[in-house]
C-alpha cells in the first residue's frame, strides 16, 4: 500500500454519520433533517455548510472532541495514512458550548490515543470561517498565535469564499504568522483565479486549499509552480460540490503538468462519500498517477506540513524505507 499524508480535512466534517447520530440521541436531538439511511443529505454548497454546521453542534465535551479526532485518526491510518494536519474552528466549539482552550486539548487527546494505537502523527491547523466575518476569523487567529498548544502548528481560513474581500482578512494572517504558524487559506474552490490570486498577494501563504481554479488563469499556474506554493487539491470534494462536472473536467492532470506541487486530500470525508484511500485510487485512475508518482505527492505533503523537522525528517525516512521495500517487491 502506498503510504499517505493529509493535509486539508475538517475535522468536523469527519464526523461519521453514525457517530453524529449517537451524540444526537445523547443530546436529545433529532437529526432526520440532514441524516438518513445511515448518510448526509443536502444538495448544494450551501446547505452542505448548514449540515456541516448541524453536525458540528452535537460535538459538546473534550471527550466528545478526543473522540472524533480519535476515530478519524485510526481510520485514515488503516488506509495507509502516516500524518494528518486537520482544520479545526474554534467558532464552531463555541457555539457547541466549549472553550477553544478545552477544544483543542479534547482533539489533543484524541490525536495521542491514535498515535498510541497506530503511530499516526496529527497536527491541528486552527482555521477561522471566513463567511462568520473578519473580527471573528481575527479571534481565532489571535487563538492559534496564543493557545501554546504544541500541536497547533498552522492557520487557515475556510468557509464560503464569496463572502468578504481578502483584504479585510490580512490582519488575522499577520497575527499568526507573526507567531510562527504555518499559513493556508481556501481560495479558488468556488471562487476563481482571481481569488487565488489575492490569496497570494494578501497573505503570502505556503500552501492554498483547493487552488484548482487557477487553472483558468495561465500566469498564474506558472506562478504557483515557481514560487512553490503547495495546493491541497480534494478532487472528490469538488466534484460532488460541483466545482468541475465530472473528474474527466478535473484540472489535477494540467496544474501537475504545469510543475505545481499538489497533495491529495478528502475534505470533509463521509459529506462526499470519499476517504484519504479514495483520493489516491481516483488520482490513479483519473489523473494516470502510478505508484511512484503517488508516493511523491505524499512527499509533498509531508514536505509541506506544518510539523516541526525531527518530525518531518523520520517520516521521510519512514516514506523512503516503504517506497524501497516496494520496488525489492516488484
Ligand atoms: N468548510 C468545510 N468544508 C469546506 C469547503 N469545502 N470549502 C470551504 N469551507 C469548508
Ligand atoms: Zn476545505
Known amino acids: 500500500m502506498v503510504l499517505k499524508a493529509e493535509l486539508h480535512c475538517h475535522i468536523e466534517g469527519a464526523a461519521l454519520p453514525t457517530l453524529v447520530e449517537s451524540q444526537a440521541k445523547k443530546y436529545g436531538v433529532d437529526v432526520?433533517?440532514?441524516?438518513?439511511?445511515?448518510?448526509?443529505?443536502?444538495?448544494?454548497?450551501?446547505?452542505?455548510?448548514?449540515?456541516?454546521?448541524?453536525?458540528?453542534?452535537?460535538?459538546?465535551?473534550?471527550?466528545?472532541?478526543?473522540?472524533?479526532?480519535?476515530?478519524?485518526?485510526?481510520?485514515?491510518?488503516?488506509?495507509?495514512?502516516?500524518?494528518?494536519?486537520?482544520?479545526?474552528?474554534?467558532?464552531?466549539?463555541?457555539?457547541?458550548?466549549?472553550?477553544?482552550?478545552?477544544?483543542?486539548?479534547?482533539?489533543?487527546?484524541?490525536?495521542?490515543?491514535?498515535?498510541?494505537?497506530t503511530g499516526i502523527e496529527g497536527r491541528i491547523v486552527v482555521t477561522g470561517v471566513r463567511h462568520f466575518g473578519p473580527a471573528a476569523v481575527e479571534k481565532a487567529a489571535r487563538f492559534a498565535a496564543t493557545c501554546g498548544h504544541p500541536l497547533v502548528t498552522g492557520f487557515g481560513m475556510a468557509g464560503d469564499e464569496r463572502s468578504g474581500h481578502p483584504r479585510d482578512f490580512v490582519r488575522a494572517f499577520d497575527?499568526?504568522?507573526?507567531?510562527?504558524?504555518?499559513?493556508?487559506?481556501?481560495?479558488?474552490?468556488?471562487?476563481?483565479?482571481?481569488?487565488?490570486?489575492?490569496?497570494?498577494d494578501h497573505f503570502s501563504p505556503a500552501r492554498i486549499g483547493h487552488g484548482v481554479r487557477a487553472v483558468e488563469k495561465p500566469d498564474l499556474v506558472r506562478r504557483i509552480a515557481e514560487e512553490g506554493v503547495v495546493l491541497e487539491v480534494c478532487p472528490v470534494s469538488n466534484v460532488v460540490l460541483g466545482v468541475f462536472p465530472g473528474f474527466a473536467h478535473h484540472p489535477f492532470p494540467q496544474l501537475y503538468a504545469a510543475g505545481c506541487r499538489l497533495t491529495l486530500n478528502s475534505d470533509d470525508p463521509p459529506h462526499f462519500h470519499t476517504g484519504i484511500?479514495?483520493?489516491?485510487?481516483?488520482?490513479?485512475?483519473?489523473?494516470?498517477?502510478?505508484?511512484?508518482?503517488?508516493?511523491?505527492?505524499?512527499?509533498?505533503?509531508?514536505?509541506?506540513?506544518?510539523?516541526?523537522?525531527?518530525?518531518?525528517?523520520?517520516?521521510?525516512?519512514?516514506?523512503?524505507?516503504?517506497?524501497?521495500?516496494?520496488?525489492?517487491?516488484?
Not at 481556501?186 to 497570494?200: I, R, W
Open 32 to 117: 432526520s433533517a440532514f441524516i438518513h439511511d445511515g448518510a448526509y443529505h443536502w444538495h448544494d454548497f450551501s446547505s452542505f455548510l448548514a449540515a456541516y454546521d448541524a453536525a458540528a453542534n452535537l460535538f459538546r465535551s473534550e471527550e466528545d472532541y478526543a473522540a472524533l479526532a480519535e476515530t478519524y485518526l485510526t481510520g485514515l491510518a488503516s488506509e495507509g495514512a502516516v500524518y494528518s494536519e486537520f482544520f479545526t474552528s474554534p467558532d464552531h466549539a463555541e457555539r457547541a458550548g466549549l472553550s477553544p482552550q478545552a477544544y483543542t486539548e479534547g482533539l489533543a487527546q484524541g490525536i495521542a490515543r491514535a498515535k498510541a494505537k
Open 175 to 200: 497575527i499568526a504568522r507573526e507567531a510562527g504558524l504555518g499559513i493556508t487559506v481556501h481560495a479558488g474552490e468556488f471562487g476563481g483565479a482571481d481569488s487565488v490570486e489575492a490569496a497570494l
Open 277 to 330: 484511500g479514495r483520493e489516491y485510487a481516483v488520482a490513479s485512475e483519473h489523473f494516470g498517477l502510478d505508484e511512484t508518482a503517488l508516493t511523491a505527492v505524499t512527499r509533498t505533503a509531508l514536505e509541506a506540513a506544518f510539523v516541526d523537522e525531527e518530525t518531518r525528517r523520520a517520516l521521510l525516512l519512514r516514506l523512503a524505507a516503504a517506497e524501497a521495500a516496494r520496488a525489492v517487491a516488484e
